[in-house]
RNA sequence: GCGAUCGUAGCUCAGUUGGUUAGAGCGCCGGUUUGUGGUACCGGAGGUCGGGGGUUCGAGACCCCUCGAUCGCCCCA
């Protein structure tokens, strides 16, 4: 008598169908489309990766490696991770197969990610993300390529309105060391009246405390020594390429010296696309220059820049979409005809029409089912239609119908003629 | 990991201070129309009231636990 129950899925996991799936694969449609544009080469990664790779690339105190990774050991023992991030795959895949032979690099996929977070409105534990990557570039034009792409995405998907490109730079190794020291002397001298969070940030990550939420810290982040003040000649040369670049490609951008960026191997660019319109989740775009992350998985100094967008958050800026309508439904009726039309659907199908078959009940059910699909057409066929080798075309729109011999359907019900 | 709100048909929601067989709209199925859609009318199916335990004569409503969603924090796309 025991009920079986069905299993639920996962927390966190999602499956995506109907008109959000539509939003969904508009994004992926749009900036697969964009990054051809842009002459980005498509390349596929494992979800999976030896855990080293995140460890070392994130950083072990970030707390993506510390508690938000899927790792387990395989049934060899390995310790294996889902990887919570596109970049540090990309780079282990750029060295273990010479890909340095391609370099400049310009790279682009997509596809889930995993983190094990609380879930949330656009926060998934399996999350999807696009993502863009030069790598062995050190030239500021790759980090305005990148830029001017990211800016093109967005506005063909046509949510840029409310979308800010908030830009910073954190400087080279040296100009990034002498920032650091200056904040953290700052904070140390008001450690007291810093709220709890940013008191452990202070020893952990102190770049965090500038975008602190919590108002206690704000007069404390205001005063705060800006990156400016610490730059080497080479930095503010190397920003001032990349602002000068944005603006000659017509791409605007504010100027916030409190971003920074959440792993440790970020230098000089750094950037977010943010959303007034998706509450906490604002930031529907980020990424920036990471030159010392090839050299932290072992291999020779290779700058890079790359940014990654979510899905999701973009899917819902382009709100729920409808499917393409098909352009023709075969409505056979009677045994013979039922038959034929299996024949008659496939030659629709390989002359390039959109084609789909109502065989279940009768004909009214057929004919909404017709109209439900969005069909310009009809084609009805019948017993007596098939003995004189023609179909009944209706035009749904028109509510007009004509006989079609069988040969002329595809031409009669095609869009491009 | 922390705080808060919420969880009733496939979907969106009603369900008076706990009180008989839990309702509506949309959707679905059937019919009015045995070969003609979009409209209309008629009828029907469909609910472990997230799950478990407790209080009570009696719980969808109250209490506890748990799972999940949502909104913040943390972190991040």
Same mark, same amino acid.
């Given at each position: 008598m025991s009920k079986i129950n069905t299993p639920k899925p996962v927390r966190g996991t999602q499956d995506i169908f109907g008109p959000e799936q539509e939003a969904f694969g508009h994004v992926v449609d749009t900036f697969e489309r964009v990054r051809r544009l842009y002459n980005f080469r498509r390349a596929e990664m494992p979800v999976?990766?030896?855990?080293a790779v995140f460890a070392r690339s994130l950083g072990e105190t970030t707390d993506v490696v510390s508690k938000e990774m899927y790792t387990f050991d395989d049934r060899s023992g390995d310790s294996l991770t889902l990887r919570p991030e596109f970049t540090a795959g990309v780079v282990r895949a750029y060295l273990t197969n010479g890909w340095?032979?391609?370099?400049p690099l310009k790279l682009a996929t997509h596809g889930p990610l995993f983190r094990y977070e609380r879930p949330q409105k656009g926060r998934y534990r399996q999350f999807h993300q696009i993502d863009a990557e030069i790598l062995g570039a050190g030239e500021p034009a790759a980090d305005v390529e990148l830029l001017v792409m990211a800016d093109q995405l967005l506005k063909e998907l046509g949510i840029d309105d409310g979308v800010t490109l908030h830009l910073n730079t954190l400087g080279d190794p040296e100009s990034r060391a002498a920032w650091r020291e200056a904040l953290v002397a700052h904070f140390e001298k008001h450690r007291g009246d810093l709220s709890e969070d940013s008191q452990t940030r202070l020893d952990v990550n102190p770049l965090r405390i500038l975008d602190s939420k919590d108002q206690r810290d704000r007069p404390i982040v205001d005063e705060a020594p800006i990156i400016d003040d610490s730059l080497t000649d080479e930095a503010r040369i190397f920003f001032d390429k990349v602002t000068a670049g944005l603006d000659a490609a017509g791409v605007a951008w504010t100027r916030n010296a409190r971003l920074v960026r *959440?792993?440790?191997?970020?230098?000089?660019t750094a950037f977010e696309f943010i959303t007034?319109?998706?509450?906490?989740?604002?930031?529907v775009l980020g990424g920036g220059r990471y030159d010392g992350l090839v050299e932290a998985l072992g291999g020779p100094h290779t700058p890079s820049v790359g940014w990654a967008a979510g899905i999701e958050r973009l899917a819902m800026l382009v709100g729920e979409r409808e499917a393409l309508a098909v352009d023709a439904v075969v409505i056979p009726l009677g045994e013979a005809a039922e038959m034929a039309a299996n024949g008659i659907i496939a030659d629709l199908r390989r002359h390039g029409v959109t084609a789909d078959m109502a065989?279940? *009940?009768?004909m009214k059910k057929r004919m909404k089912k017709a109209n439900d699909a969005g069909a310009s057409f009809a084609v009805i066929i019948g017993d007596d239609e098939l003995a004189n080798g023609k179909a009944a075309v209706k035009d749904l729109a028109a509510g007009t119908q004509s006989e079609v011999a069988l040969e002329d359907i595809a031409r009669k019900v095609s869009r491009v003629q």
């Open positions: 999976f990766e030896p855990t340095q032979q391609h370099a *959440g792993f440790d191997y970020y230098r000089h007034d319109r998706l509450g906490a989740q604002g930031t065989y279940r *009940g009768n």
